[in-house]
């Protein structure tokens, strides 16, 4: 088909600006960091379109860190961008043709750069006679794209920084260069760097059988792209295109010199049809062939080797021509600004040390696998670790022997719950029946636990070691606290009595007696309780109060230090406990008002005494 | 892959999809693909027009020229196809030069006719090639004059007349040439809708109750359109490989790896006695190596094809590499000359070199022994991101087992390596 394009040679220049469909954090970064080593003065990316996001993608420009918005649609971002030529398409297989469709119809966008492999081949077709229609250009689809040195690059194009540079990317040289594969673009900008000045611009069109634009449109925008001094082209077996170069060739329409190579020369001793790495690579009939395209690209006057294996030196040979009949003057080869490493590279390349802002002593999740205190997760499974153990890694960072581990989850069993009237049930409930959800209504259950209700574990442990610490006498104890106005935590109950006795109290103090290998602190309270039970028969050792002592108790038979235990105290660590316990309980009231449906909880009227007509404060 | 041709039972099948849902045909074509899982006692339930008898039989194994063949049975009963069938399934046959099965056939009822017509379309870069000639069938290229050939733009209708005027110009008779015309339109429409690239009816013919019929079809799909086509292709047929093709144990298993993972893993074994293996990565790269091999003269020592891409994981290239040391290692040369293996590859956009190459040293280790045995001489290339880690290790590899490896980065022309081991 005959080209319409009617746009100048040059797709691209240093001044030229992009829309990039996709968030594509990694392509965008390394045009950016392109930019900069080629010092363009903007950026080559100005908007990001994303279906799903809006707000701005936050990218590097050199040191700088800059805002690009994101549009929802190519036609806002394009309607915001008109200085924005070029759309470079990261959409799948499957959104492809309709994105592609929708940059050709923005007046502002004149190329389209299709990177999506596996676009059907329909659609491509359609594209590129919609694209001819209006005088544009597609590069691709199937492609890595290309680009215009020391200018523009299309995303991922030339590989790294490094690359860049080696294969002098970064500064114009003189020769245009395209091909189908985009695998071997990177390849031949090496190829051409190590025997030429380098590439002024080059170009993948795409493996794919039908492009977006051919070789030929390209060769014919490089013939009158004045910077290009010759070009080099790499085919490929399998469709006619090749041809077309012979032709323009023999009419004179390229007069500069083209080293051409058809690759898929061995096609002839393999089956027949073996499908190359490309899915335009299938000769379907004999002058598709490598051999013959190659034949016909030589007879027609551009320069073919014999084989890839000496493609280099006629490109060699072909720029020392140009260079010694003064075509081509090598020009100075100017500095090149160093880019600078991000953290992560600088990390990498042990360049940098920094100090954490967060330490973290008991679990790791940053290897191939989970660790709680440096114990695989699979071990931790495997070998039945229960969660007492868990509970003593994680909290006390500390493996703890099997009697302090059972003790810890009995602890845990018996303050599961104690029935739907206690403030931290009862608050759950009423959230849960005003419809709040799991979290919420778990939260203004567990805001209820403090000193008065659960809370009194941590203030039993301390004063309670306190006293037998200094080896008080239990009347002494009672009375200092009562002269400093402290009521006793851990001593009393609302219901229970001596005569009443708290079941779960009794339990436990069975379960330490048996199992600890000291009980000196509970024993300390016991003889406390004594005191005070002569004054009220309710002022007995609680639950609060007994697992705060026993722990205590726990905390000294698993080795741990006077200091130690204290700030294990003084940090709410046995607080914790109740907290974890009284969750289950928790949770399952919630679950259990859910499950029933239960309607709005409203207080009645007959539980309140209304005293609205006493004096004003 | 892209271009992939389907048996002609499924493209009569899909045919008749597209024309009876534009109402052209009434019903589907008679026309059955019958395989060894075919149970033919019971197959006239389903059909009953095969106890009519008057039937054909033919192979349906993607090659043509069957009635050349003498591959082709004529208006035959039932009783004798089923016979036909039960002596030739599975049937070994050389075609074209290459053996196989013949494992699939298709029956249809015989169409008593005069006219052969001939009908392509075929897709290119800017427009859908219609061709028709009405002096088809099998000396079709006998008759080359009387092709007339029509270009439809891509996403273009065409009316009736201009078909009229360009393709059936002809045809004399009135009425069958609006027949021609109706049904060509209607195919055009099934070669756009169902994504189509390539048809040829060689013949097509008009019955005795003046319809048009399908006599041979042969028909192309794109298969990156599979994703757009679930409701009208179906999941009833299945992409066949060629006549004669039969994949090895070595190509069956990376062929299943392949189908596990993003990446890309290929490998054709085209001589196990060949003492040139590759172990190539990417495919532009990959044909430029065998190129090579071939451009300076030792195609017939070309072991295999393949390449790896698309950053194929640790274990995916450990496989991949030990598949062809495997192969590679099986046998020594005859002559007891050394086996080359070239780990090649152009300068990579952004796969960690080093990375890739963990899997290979993975294998070659494991191999180490068989790899001496076969005096097995590696040469690798590579360039791209980390690649002078990923050559340092190959050099130390073989420093540490002994084996010969040469080891050359972007400096050095990519197919250098090719030569260099050529002269061993």
Redesign the interface.
């Known amino acids: 088909?005959a080209t319409k394009k009617t746009s100048s040679a040059k797709l691209f220049s240093d001044k030229t600006q992009s829309i990039i469909y996709g968030v594509q954090t990694?392509a965008i970064q390394r045009m950016l960091d392109f930019d900069f080593v080629v010092r363009r003065s903007t950026p080559s990316v100005v908007a990001v379109v994303d279906k799903t996001s809006t707000g701005y993608h936050k990218v590097f420009f050199g040191e700088k860190e800059i805002l690009l918005p994101i549009y929802r649609t190519i036609e806002g971002a394009a309607k915001k961008h008109p200085e924005a030529d070029v759309l470079i398409n990261f959409a799948s297989?499957?959104q492809a043709y309709v994105t592609s469709m929708e940059a050709l119809q923005q007046p502002s966008i004149r190329t389209v750069a299709i990177i999506a492999e596996?676009?059907?081949?329909?659609s491509a077709?359609?594209l590129?006679?919609r694209a001819?229609e209006l005088g544009k250009w597609i590069i691709g689809p199937a492609t890595?794209g290309g680009l215009r040195a020391g200018a523009f690059k299309i995303g991922?194009s030339g590989?790294?920084i490094?690359?860049i540079i080696?294969?002098k990317l970064h500064r114009p040289g003189s020769v245009g260069f395209v091909?189908?594969?985009?695998?071997?673009s990177?390849?031949m900008?090496?190829?051409i760097a190590?025997n030429t000045n380098g590439i002024v611009e080059g170009i993948a069109i795409g493996?794919?059988?039908?492009a977006g634009s051919?070789l030929i449109e390209h060769l014919l925008r490089f013939e009158k792209d004045s910077e290009i001094k010759m070009m080099v082209v790499l085919g490929?077996?399998g469709g006619t295109e090749e041809y077309r170069i012979a032709d323009a060739i023999k009419e004179g329409r390229i007069k500069k010199p083209v080293v051409a190579w058809v690759?898929?020369?061995?096609s002839?001793?393999?089956?027949?049809?073996?499908?190359?790495?490309?899915?335009?690579?299938?000769a379907?009939g004999e002058n598709e062939t490598?051999k013959a395209k190659n034949k016909a690209l030589r007879d027609a006057g551009a320069i073919v080797p014999?084989?890839?294996?000496d493609y280099?030196v006629k490109i060699r040979e072909t720029y020392e021509a140009l260079v010694k009949k003064g075509t081509i003057k090598p020009a100075e080869e100017p500095p090149i600004p160093n880019l600078p490493m991000t953290y992560a590279e600088a990390r990498k390349a042990h360049q940098v040390r920094k100090p954490a802002n967060i330490v973290c002593t008991i679990s790791n999740d940053s290897g191939d696998e989970l660790t709680y205190l440096g114990t695989q997760i699979s071990k931790i499974i495997r070998e039945n670790y229960t969660l007492g153990d868990i509970i003593g890694m994680l909290w006390l960072r500390k493996r703890l022997p099997e009697w302090a581990t059972q003790f810890i989850e009995k602890v845990l069993i018996i303050t599961a719950d104690h029935g739907p009237c206690v403030s931290g049930a009862h608050n759950a409930i009423v959230a849960a029946r005003a419809g709040r959800d799991l979290v919420s209504s778990l939260a203004s259950g567990i805001l209820t636990v403090g000193p008065r209700f659960g809370g009194a574990i941590d203030g039993a442990a301390k004063h309670f070691k306190a006293g037998w610490e200094n080896d008080m006498k239990p009347e002494v104890f009672v009375e200092d606290l009562n002269s400093k106005g402290i009521k006793i935590p851990g001593i009393g109950h609302l219901v229970k009595s001596a005569q009443n006795p708290d079941m779960r109290v009794e339990l436990l103090k069975k379960l330490a007696k048996k199992s600890f290998p000291a009980t000196e602190c509970l024993n300390f309270a016991l003889k406390v309780e004594k005191v005070t039970l002569q004054k009220r028969n309710n002022l007995i050792l609680n639950v609060d109060g007994c697992i705060g002592i026993l722990m205590v108790d726990l905390l000294l038979g698993c080795g741990f230090s006077n200091e130690e235990i204290n700030t294990i105290i003084d940090n709410g660590t046995l607080n914790g406990l109740f907290l974890l316990g009284r969750s289950i309980g928790m949770i399952g009231h919630i679950l259990d008002q859910k499950r029933q449906k239960s309607g709005l909880y409203r207080h009645p009227y007959d539980d309140v005494l209304f005293l609205d007509d006493i004096a004003e404060y | 892959?892209?271009?992939r041709a389907i048996r002609e039972a499924d493209a009569k099948r899909l045919l008749s999809r597209s024309l009876k849902a534009q109402g052209f045909f009434k019903e589907y074509l008679r026309s059955i693909g019958v395989d060894a899982s075919t149970d033919l006692e019971t197959l006239p339930r389903s059909y009953p027009w095969l106890a009519g008898g008057h039937l054909v039989v033919k192979p349906d194994m993607l090659f043509g020229k069957r009635g050349k063949k003498n591959m082709v049975q004529l208006d035959i009963s039932w009783t004798d196809a089923k016979k036909f069938l039960k002596a030739n399934i599975g049937k070994k046959e050389k075609v074209d030069g290459k053996e196989g099965k013949l494992d699939h056939w298709i029956v249809e009822p015989f169409v008593p006719h005069k006219e052969e017509f001939y009908l392509s379309i075929r897709?290119s870069?800017?427009?859908d090639t219609l061709m028709f000639s009405p002096m088809g069938g099998i000396n079709i290229e006998s008759n080359k004059d009387s092709v007339k050939t029509m270009e439809v733009?891509?996403?273009e209708g065409f009316d009736v007349e201009t078909l009229k005027e360009k393709l059936l110009v002809g045809v004399k008779d009135k009425v069958l040439k609006e027949h021609l015309a109706d049904f060509i339109m209607h195919v055009n429409k099934f070669f756009?809708d169902y994504?189509l690239?390539s048809l040829e009816m060689n013949p097509f013919t008009y019955t005795q109750e003046k319809t048009l019929r399908p006599l041979d079809l042969r028909v192309v799909l794109?298969d990156?359109?599979a994703?757009?086509q679930q409701a009208n292709w179906g999941k009833d047929f299945s992409f066949p490989e060629?006549f004669g093709?039969v994949k090895g144990k070595e190509e069956q298993y990376i062929a299943e790896l392949d189908a596990k993972t993003g990446a890309s893993l290929?490998l054709?074994i085209?001589n196990p006695e060949g003492r040139i293996w590759t172990m190539v990565a990417?495919?532009?790269?990959?044909?430029?190596y065998?190129?090579?091999?071939?451009?300076?003269g030792h195609?017939?020592e070309?072991a295999n094809?393949g390449?790896y891409?698309g950053n194929p994981n640790r274990e995916m290239t450990r496989e991949y590499a030990r598949t062809i040391l495997e192969a590679m290692t099986r046998n020594p040369d005859k002559k007891g000359r050394p086996k080359i293996l070239l780990i090649g590859g152009?300068?990579?956009?952004?796969t960690d070199v080093a990375k890739t190459f963990d899997g290979i040293i993975d294998a070659i280790r494991e191999y180490k022994t068989a790899i001496q045995k076969s005096k097995v001489k590696i040469f690798v290339r590579r360039?791209?991101?980390n690649y002078k880690e990923g050559l340092r290790m190959m050099r130390n590899l073989g420093e540490e087992l002994k084996i010969p490896i040469e080891v050359y980065g972007?400096?050095t022309?990519?197919?250098?390596i090719?030569?260099k081991a050529l002269e061993q």
């Open positions: 088909m990694a297989f499957r596996g676009v059907p081949e329909r077709r359609m590129r006679k001819l890595v991922n590989g790294t490094e690359n080696d294969s091909s189908k594969s985009g695998g071997m990177n390849e900008f090496n190829v190590q493996g794919d059988r039908f051919t490929e077996v690759t898929g020369t061995c002839e001793y393999m089956p027949k049809d073996l499908q190359f790495g490309h899915a335009g690579a299938l379907e490598a014999d084989s890839f294996d280099d | 892959m892209a271009h897709a870069n800017g427009s733009p891509v996403g756009v994504d690239v794109d990156t359109a994703f757009q060629a093709t290929k054709k085209l990417g495919g532009g790269a990959s044909v430029i065998a190129d090579t091999i071939a451009d300076l195609a017939d070309m094809y390449e891409s152009g300068v990579a956009n952004f360039g791209g991101p972007p400096e022309h990519m197919t250098y090719v030569r």
